[in-house]
């Protein structure tokens, strides 16, 4: 059955078992060309700023964590030691998901949803997950929304001093200052914030594989040029990366999507879009008799399947609560249960690879790992990464190949809890 799923991937040009350098290559070339000012399709977008060298002591900071459709905020305080507690904690709806704002109303609505931490601090940090330029004061130019936010008018605004205006408007005080980061960001803020516990780490990443894919690394200074004269931390929007194969089952997905012709990497391996890929794979083997008549007809039938229904079926293939478990109980065959299985594990496994390819080119490109005592610290995030089938243990095998036995560079992927949170509070802390 295995040479059966391996001849339908290839009859659909799904690359089985993706070479992990292959796409890193491609991956630090598109890098480069970004650092060095030329077209790319990653962004490459700065944020003037490091990791802070020491822990905040004695301060406060609201948090607003907004990029998908919940919008959630609270008080993180830091105790004289710099242990963080959080508090005033609440999730609403993120404003612009259930119907269009205006650009006041956007702001207004945020203002509303922030009204329990009124004047309960001075300084904000503010983990917007949507694309945007960050300016050198910490502010972000929204660059445009993803995720189905309807807010037109708000492209091009910067985030922050608008935020700030529409507080002052609604009776606070006017916070001192409102940073500006995504989730990748806080990751890596967070996993830079890790009590050593006698470690010392060389450098920085964060890895997002959630409903979207993102990461952000340290980049080093870069003599003679001037965006990258001094070392600072890079958001890259690997998602965007177009560098890759697409099946026939990808194309399918992206003519669906609101971008089409845009995002290949994350469209290929991300939670909103496996789950799809999934379901047209499904369709094809039953049109193409890979499976019995039986199976065939009623998964001609499904109208949908989610990335979580996927991994449901690999982790539990007998259990006859996932849709697909009830199908093959019912009128499946020992060979039905092998194809779909070997089919469905092939779209996670290569999930894994390019996570595992995105980690190895920002490992690669931050220079650091070389001493084992130093290894580069990594903190990955999302639901998909930890909750779906075999990734994150497929990630962690996968580096040990690319980075360790064949580059030498010492890694270590660690967790943090509350880790977006945690790092969205310590970029609000980071004096410019």
């Not at 990748?184 to 959630?210: E, K, W």
Request: charged content about 20%; proline content about 3%.
């Amino acid at each position: 059955m295995t040479n059966a799923v391996s001849a339908f991937l290839a009859k659909h040009n799904f690359v089985n078992h993706a070479d992990v350098n292959s796409i890193a290559d491609a991956l630090l070339y598109d890098m480069n060309l970004g650092i060095n000012s030329k077209p790319s399709e990653e962004d490459m977008i700065r944020t003037w700023t490091l990791p802070p060298e020491k822990s905040a002591c004695g301060k406060s900071v609201i948090v607003i964590d907004a990029g998908g459709t919940n919008f959630r905020s609270c008080l993180v305080s830091f105790d004289a030691e710099g242990k963080a507690s959080i508090s005033e904690l609440e999730k609403t709806r993120m404003p612009g998901v259930e119907k269009e704002l205006s650009r006041k109303e956007f702001f207004d609505q945020f203002a509303v949803n922030l009204e329990h931490l009124k004047n309960k601090a001075d300084t904000i940090g503010f983990c917007f997950s949507y694309p945007m330029t960050i300016t050198e004061d910490g502010d972000g130019i929204l660059l445009g929304f993803s995720k189905e936010v309807k807010a037109p008018e708000v492209v091009g605004s910067k985030i922050g001093a608008s935020l700030a205006d529409a507080l002052v408007e609604h009776g606070w005080n006017r916070p001192k200052t409102v940073t500006l980061l995504n989730d990748t960001v806080a990751a890596l803020l967070a996993g830079a914030a890790r009590p050593a516990n006698g470690n010392q780490y060389s450098s920085y990443m964060g890895l997002i594989l959630g409903t979207g894919l993102n990461a952000a690394y340290i980049q080093p200074a870069v003599p003679g040029l001037k965006d990258f004269e001094k070392a600072q931390i890079v958001v890259c929007e690997s998602g965007k990366l177009c560098k890759v194969s697409q099946s026939d089952f990808d194309k399918a997905v992206d003519a669906n999507t609101n971008k089409p012709g845009t995002f290949f990497l994350e469209k290929s391996c991300s939670g909103a879009y496996m789950g799809p890929i999934a379901f047209h794979a499904l369709k094809a083997c039953a049109q193409e008799n890979m499976v019995s008549k039986a199976v065939a007809d009623k998964l001609l039938a499904l109208e949908s399947f989610t990335t979580i229904e996927l991994s449901n079926f690999l982790q539990g293939p007998f259990c006859t609560e996932t849709v697909l478990g009830k199908i093959l109980a019912e009128s499946g065959t020992e060979d039905d249960y092998r194809f779909i299985f070997d089919l469905l594990d092939a779209i996670v496994e290569r999930s894994a690879r390019y996570a595992a390819a995105i980690l190895t080119a920002c490992v690669v490109q931050s220079g650091e790992g070389k001493n084992p005592c130093k290894p580069v610290c990594i903190l990955c995030n999302g639901s998909t990464y930890y909750k779906t089938y075999k990734i994150a243990d497929r990630v962690k095998g996968y580096l040990e190949q690319t980075l360790t036995y064949e580059r030498g560079i010492n890694w270590e992927i660690v967790t943090v809890e509350d880790d977006i949170t945690l790092g969205t509070a310590i970029a609000g802390l980071i004096e410019r």
